[in-house]
């Protein structure tokens, strides 16, 4: 140990450097699988009001970028949406995003919803 005292610090680093990278391919494999599982399992459900739904989801969606009430915020009013948008667009934008807004990761029929339920309230 006189002459390299580094050498037991640069072994047991570069071990461990190794370890790391390797648990990490590992985990990104089950993570993999997991997820391939979990496509096939899940079914997705439809909702019995998927505009009281919609609401619920809305409430803890939207409100942080569009307001409290939807009528704006850092984020556009929500709430004279009828006639510009259909469902199907509302749902696709609530899904993958547009603009500045970020996609929310809510499943097909949770922005179906969402999207009922806005439509529901443009008035």
């Given at each position: 140990m006189k002459g390299r005292p580094l050498m037991p610090f640069a072994i047991t680093a570069i071990i461990g450097i190794l370890l790391m990278v390797s648990l990490s391919f590992i985990g990104l494999n089950e993570r993999a699988e997991m997820n391939a599982d979990g496509e096939e399992a899940e079914e997705i459900e439809e909702?019995?009001?998927?505009?009281a739904e919609g609401q619920v989801l809305a409430e803890q969606s939207c409100i942080a970028c569009h307001g409290g009430d939807l009528s704006g915020g850092a984020g556009p009013a929500l709430t004279s949406l009828e006639g510009t948008y259909t469902v199907e667009e509302i749902a696709n934008i609530i899904q993958n995003?547009?603009?500045?807004?970020?996609a929310t990761g809510l499943n097909e029929v949770e922005a179906d919803a969402v999207a009922q339920y806005l439509l529901s309230i443009s008035e």
């Amino acid at each position: 140990m006189k002459g390299r005292p580094l050498m037991p610090f640069a072994i047991t680093a570069i071990i461990g450097i190794l370890l790391m990278v390797s648990l990490s391919f590992i985990g990104l494999n089950e993570r993999a699988e997991m997820n391939a599982d979990g496509e096939e399992a899940e079914e997705i459900e439809e909702f019995e009001d998927p505009i009281a739904e919609g609401q619920v989801l809305a409430e803890q969606s939207c409100i942080a970028c569009h307001g409290g009430d939807l009528s704006g915020g850092a984020g556009p009013a929500l709430t004279s949406l009828e006639g510009t948008y259909t469902v199907e667009e509302i749902a696709n934008i609530i899904q993958n995003g547009q603009g500045s807004m970020p996609a929310t990761g809510l499943n097909e029929v949770e922005a179906d919803a969402v999207a009922q339920y806005l439509l529901s309230i443009s008035e």
